[in-house]
């Protein structure tokens, strides 16, 4: 999952960089900062957090399923508990998984600073949006409190669910650790 991930992720930016060289435009992997009206980037960027092509890039529809295809990528690198500045932090360390393995190099607590998702964080957004992606597993499955999870899925509630452990409203946020939780008749 890791190296394909990494793959579209490199096979998609030779794209765009190769369709927005001839229209002078340039792609930028920064997190967004603050812009004010009359200040901004001299060059036109198209950013890899824009939601949405600029005109004229959207009135092509092909560009607009690239970059949808490119923004579901992008969402494996964004863990929502942490700023979007920590994306080029998790792509590194998704290369590193990649090229030394990840039983060799994949540590739960590990993060060079406080404000970058651990390791755990990285792996658990990965395996949540992979499961998200057929169906709403999240909201069927998971909880961070007490009670189960509200959504049911096929019309059902769980008979099996994880819990979230550890408290992710504190700095820093610990490691994520879930628990098993089934229901007894």
């Keep these: 999952v890791v190296g394909n ?3 579209m992720l490199d096979e998609s930016d030779q794209t765009w960089l190769q369709a927005l060289a ?3 435009w340039r792609l930028t992997f920064e997190a967004p900062r603050l812009a004010y009206p009359g200040v901004g980037p001299s060059a036109q960027e198209l950013s890899i957090f824009d939601r949405h092509l600029p005109r004229p890039i959207c009135d092509d529809p092909r560009a607009v399923e690239l970059w949808k295809r490119r923004q579901t990528l992008e969402a494996y690198l964004m863990h929502p508990s942490f700023e979007p500045a920590q994306r080029s932090y998790v792509l590194e360390r998704l290369r590193e998984w990649r090229q030394r393995g990840l039983q060799n190099c994949m540590r739960a607590e590990f993060r060079p600073s406080d404000q970058l998702p651990t390791d ?3 792996l658990e957004n990965l395996l949540f949006k992979m499961l998200n992606f057929h169906m709403d597993f999240c909201s ?3 909880t961070a409190g007490p009670s189960p999870p509200l959504s049911k899925h096929l019309g059902q509630s769980p008979t ?3 819990r979230q452990v550890t ?3 504190v700095f ?3 490691a ?3 628990e098993v939780v089934t229901l007894h008749k």
Excluded: E, S, T, W
């Design 5 to 7: 991930l990494v793959q």
């Design 22 to 24: 001839p229209r002078g």
């Design 120 to 122: 755990a964080h990285i």
């Design 140 to 142: 069927c499955f998971v």
């Design 160 to 162: 099996a669910y994880l």
């Design 167 to 169: 408290d992710q409203a």
């Design 172 to 174: 820093p946020k610990p």
């Design 176 to 178: 994520p650790h879930y």
